[in-house]
């Protein structure tokens, strides 16, 4: 079993990539295979899989993303390819938030969820409780303004993090855009 894996990728497929850890290639599927850079290390927390005569190894480069795959797996009707795909198109913060809320329709517009993302609520609803809580739940009208104009998830959920907590929503928009200018430029 791998805990975790750290080398330099040598390939980049679509939902791949080739590592070398001190003279072994392994390949690991990773939900973010387009921001990974070649011939740069990295850590993957890592998961496998012994099916039939191979094993499959899954890697994220956050623990976090590591346990909501784990997590997503483990509801009846997703697969592997549907939590990379979720954890490559949603953080973790907002497959969270879609779960708490009750949210179908925010899981399953992403390509290849469907109808799974009312399994994925049932199942995960009292699940994901063990997972740290972040800003986003107490600035969601902030989160959902700035992702409708177009602003990436990511940016949003590292600004909104560093707010200070019970800001009134025209403040905690404000921050949020300065922090992002500052972050971008």
Known sequence: MFDFLVGKI??????????????L?????????NELLLEHDYLFYAKDFIKDDEIIIYGFLKQDELKMFEHLISVN???FRTACTLLNNLTVEEIIYFIKN??????ASISGVGNRAEHIILELFDKIDDFNKTNIFE???????????????KDI??????LPPSLNDNEAL????????????
Do not use: P, Q
Not at 139 to 153: C, F, P
């Open 102 to 107: 009750k949210n179908k329709e925010g899981l």
């Open 25 to 33: 290639g392994f390949c690991v599927h990773t939900n973010r295979c």
């Open 77 to 79: 009707s997703v697969g």
């Open 139 to 153: 600035y969601s009208n902030v989160y959902n303004a700035l992702r409708k104009i177009g602003y990436r998830a």
């Open 10 to 23: 040598k390939n980049i497929h679509k939902d791949c990539v080739g590592i070398d850890v001190n003279g």
């Open 174 to 185: 404000f921050l949020t855009l300065k922090e992002i200018k500052k972050n971008v430029y």
């Open 157 to 162: 959920n590292e600004a909104i993090n560093k």
